[in-house]
Structure formats: C-alpha cells, structure tokens
C-alpha cells in the first residue's frame, strides 16, 4: 500500500483514509497530519531550568574585585 500524496510505502494500517469515487485512498501520517485529515501529537512541554545560586561557603573569606 502507498501514500496517495508521495507515493511512500506504507505499513500494514494508513494513518487516514479517504472515501473517494475511485475507491479508497490511504494517506500516510506526515502528509495526512500536513493535510489536516489527523490531530498533530501533543508537545511535550520543555523542562524548565532553574539556575541557582552556589552556596557560598561561610569558612572562606569574601575577596574584593578592583575595577
């Protein structure tokens, strides 16, 4: 079976499948989802990081920076 747009070998089930006069079409997943035939999956939302401040050490003495 192939992708009724880019011709891409597909698996055993299409990802969407259109009703059409010739009979059935099977569409594969990137161009049924750029089609708009399927949702797009759901992103995961990024991590967010946090920089944190280093412990300062309370033994070492604090040195002054000239400018």
Known sequence: MKCVKCGRAL???P???VQTRQGTQAWGPVCAR???LIAAKP???SLKVCH???EVDPRQIPLE???
């Open 11 to 13: 698996g055993a089930i």
């Open 15 to 17: 990802a969407a499948t």
């Open 34 to 36: 750029r089609a708009g």
């Open 43 to 45: 992103r995961q939302r």
């Open 52 to 54: 944190q401040a280093p």
């Open 65 to 67: 920076l000239a400018a």
